[in-house]
T-cell receptor, first 113, second 115 residues
Framework: DAKTTQPNSMESNEEEPVHLPCNHS???????IHWYRQLPSQGPEYVIH???SNVNNRMASLAIAEDRKSSTLILHRATLRDAAVYYC??????????????FGQGTRLTINP | DVKVTQSSRYLVKRTGEKVFLECVQD?????MFWYRQDPGLGLRLIYF???????EKGDIPEGYSVSREKKERFSLILESASTNQTSMYLC??????????????FGEGSWLTVV
């Protein structure tokens, strides 16, 4: 399984940007980088994914290093509802047509009012 | 809105009981998954199904079985519950994967306590 490394925890203030780093030095050329987050007492939810270039959606932005060995999830203006565990994931194939998410420990993000 | 529904949010069962955890998705997804989540161990894949009546073992299948008789429903079965199966169980589903990997949608989880 391809591995990712994230800080155990981070803290930020409401309405400030948050940059969540992820290292994936063993990434292969075809691995997409996926981010999910898990709010308290809920199942994980999709945030964003990308391959080489930076990606934006309504939830966040994903900045991918040129060598693809690291990436950063950016929350532009954090709210209290963004407090969650954030997972950076490289998906593994199970069989043709199916991949599985291999979850690490993730980063627990705390947002201060 | 996409929806993965797990039938029970909280269950308490006795050791040796047969336990059924039910999951239904309304998105016509081919792939369905069962994970368990434990503190310090993260989420681990138990079983996976890519079509009706088709299943594949995940990373920790021991002590579990699954059933997929209809496309929308995927059941996890604990044949004889044990205390080390106390955990939160998460069902998920996705379309048959594209190269980039389709979004996987999770249910809210089922908290199982085996006493």
């Amino acid at each position: 399984d391809a591995k990712t490394t994230q800080p155990n925890s981070m803290e930020s203030n409401e309405e400030e940007p948050v940059h969540l780093p992820c290292n994936h030095s063993t990434i292969s050329g075809t691995d997409y980088i996926h981010w999910y987050r898990q709010l308290p007492s809920q199942g994980p939810e999709y945030v964003i994914h990308g391959l080489t270039s930076n990606v934006n959606n309504r939830m966040a932005s994903l900045a991918i290093a040129e060598d693809r060995k690291s990436s950063t999830l950016i929350l532009h203006r954090a709210t209290l509802r963004d407090a969650a565990v954030y997972y950076c994931i490289l998906r593994d194939f199970i069989i043709q047509g199916a991949q599985k998410l291999v979850f690490g420990q993730g980063t627990r993000l705390t947002i201060n009012p | 809105d996409v929806k993965v529904t797990q039938s029970s949010r909280y269950l308490v069962k006795r050791t040796g009981e047969k336990v059924f955890l039910e999951c239904v998705q309304d998105m016509d997804h081919e792939n369905m998954f069962w994970y368990r989540q434990d503190p310090g161990l993260g989420l681990r894949l138990i079983y996976f199904s890519y079509d009706v009546k088709m299943k594949e073992k995940g990373d920790i299948p021991e002590g579990y079985s699954v059933s997929r008789e209809k496309k929308e429903r995927f059941s996890l079965i604990l044949e004889s519950a044990s205390t080390n199966q106390t955990s939160m169980y998460l069902c998920a589903s996705s379309l048959r994967d594209s190269f980039s990997g389709n979004t996987i949608y999770f249910g809210e989880g089922s908290w199982l306590t085996v006493v």
